[in-house]
């Protein structure tokens, strides 16, 4: 279990206990965190798990992956530390992982 | 006033399938999605994409799935109405009255709602100043590029629908074209393009920078952009357009009176009826206890649907099952000699 703590919009905090192996994307989806969608279900086909990754969290996370980038551009107000985050794996490395909801994903 | 057996929302896999399950067993139907292309998610998000969880097809992708489902269909002569939104669904006696965005107005028993995530829509700015602009002079995909003639044209985004355009719209008009970082997705070909036409002067490129302001009185003036590095610039503009691909809303599905559990709808396991008699979701749009999202799930849903509509579309007759192998009767609905 690793803790991730994901802030929405309106600074609401939720700090969960997400099982390694995951992504954050589903550790949002399976505790009702609400300002993740994630339309695609995880393949990597739309931007709608769309997170800002807290500044010096974002370089020690694994490089984006192959094509990340050109989801991120149809992602709503990408930013520089905009990733998807289905494609953030849970593991002991990212204990205390902090991401930012953006205001919508659609 | 279209009349038919079951009118399919959605033509996606799930859907076409659907269409297929019910001209076997006799009924008639029609489909109506809002995107130009049969396919759905398949066609528009991946293609490309290999898929290996269809049974007894080991691989193939979305485009490939889509061809042999279209053609699996091919003997039943399907109509199709592609553009076209499904915006009203109202109960008339025993029917349903549809009406879309087009103004096609359907009347049919059954109504099988297979519409994936919702329908796709393009991304539009989150800037609130753009809306008042929005069909005016700020457009997300292009009718009448005669419009541009001789104006200024600021393009946003970096995908082969931002490049195409900037490419077609520089030869007649001055092209400013921006996108958030420096890479773009479009095809290699267009990218080079894009350099070179940049380097002549043709088209005005930058990178790094996104939308920042929109202004003008009744027309629009002039576009702000801001740099990653919190730089501004300002510059008149005639016309924005913008390419973000599209995004996926459940739009007016949400106001029929059906039962909804986030962005999906409730069903039963045997019909897959909503809380409306004669209204079924099928696919990834419908949710019951232990719903996987899976193409095949959405074969199995379309299949039962399709039984569930002879019902109210035949109340007089009684369904009888029958395998494809060895009825004579769909066969000949299949086109094919029995033996």
């Given at each position: 279990m690793t803790k991730i703590t994901y802030i929405e919009h309106n600074g609401k905090e939720h700090t969960i206990d997400v099982q390694n192996g995951l992504t954050v994307m589903e550790g949002a989806v399976q505790n009702d965190i609400p300002g993740i969608d994630a339309d695609c279900g995880g393949s990597m086909a739309c931007a709608t798990c769309h997170v800002y990754v807290k500044d010096d969290w974002y370089d020690k996370l694994d490089e984006k992956s192959e094509g990340e980038d050109d989801m991120i551009d149809q992602a709503y107000e990408p930013k520089k530390n905009s990733r998807l985050s289905c494609q953030i794996t849970v593991s002991d490395k990212i204990e205390g992982l902090i991401v930012h909801l953006p205001e919508k994903q659609v | 006033m279209i009349k038919t057996d079951a009118l399919i929302i959605g033509a996606g896999p799930t859907g076409l399938f659907t269409a297929h399950q019910l001209k076997i067993i006799g009924l008639d139907c029609q489909i109506v999605d809002n995107l130009d292309k049969i396919g759905g998610q398949c066609i528009e998000l991946y293609p490309d994409k290999p898929i290996y969880d269809i049974p007894a097809i080991p691989e193939c992708t979305g485009e490939e799935l889509t061809q042999n489902l279209i053609k699996q269909l091919?003997?039943?002569?399907?109509?199709?109405?592609?553009?076209?939104?499904?915006?009203?669904?109202?109960?008339?006696?025993?029917n349903w009255e549809v009406k879309t965005s087009n103004g096609t107005k359907f009347i049919t028993p059954n109504v099988i709602i297979a519409g994936g995530v919702g329908s796709f829509e393009p991304r539009k700015f989150s800037l609130k100043e753009c809306e008042q602009f929005e069909n005016k002079s700020i457009f997300y995909s292009v009718k009448n590029k005669k419009i541009f003639e001789g104006k200024i044209v600021t393009i946003f985004g970096g995908g082969d629908s931002a490049l195409d355009w900037a490419?077609?719209?520089?030869?007649?008009?001055?092209?400013?074209?921006?996108?958030?970082?420096?890479?773009?997705?479009?095809?290699?070909?267009?990218v080079d393009k894009i350099h070179e036409l940049a380097k002549s002067g043709k088209i005005n490129l930058f990178t790094k920078y996104q939308i920042s302001g929109a202004k003008g009185s009744s027309n629009l003036e002039s576009v702000e952009i801001t740099h990653e590095n919190k730089e501004i610039k300002t510059f008149k503009t005639d016309y924005i357009l913008g390419f973000f691909g599209l995004v996926m809303q459940l739009g007016p599905i949400a106001n029929w009176g059906l039962n909804l559990n986030k962005k999906t709808i409730e069903v039963d396991t045997e019909k897959f009826e909503t809380n409306q008699k004669g209204i079924y979701a099928v696919g990834d749009i419908c949710t019951y206890p232990g719903k996987l999202k899976l193409i095949l799930s959405g074969f199995h849903e379309g299949a039962l649907a399709a039984r569930a509509c002879f019902k109210l579309a035949r109340p007089n007759e009684k369904y009888r099952f029958?395998?494809?192998?060895?009825?004579?009767?769909?066969?000949?609905?299949?086109?094919?000699k029995s033996d």
């Open positions: - | 091919e003997p039943f002569k399907i109509k199709f109405h592609l553009n076209e939104r499904v915006d009203e669904v109202k109960k008339d006696k025993n490419v077609e719209i520089s030869k007649t008009s001055k092209v400013n074209l921006i996108h958030r970082r420096d890479e773009f997705r479009g095809a290699k070909a267009t029958e395998f494809t192998t060895s009825s004579k009767t769909i066969k000949n609905r299949l086109g094919v």
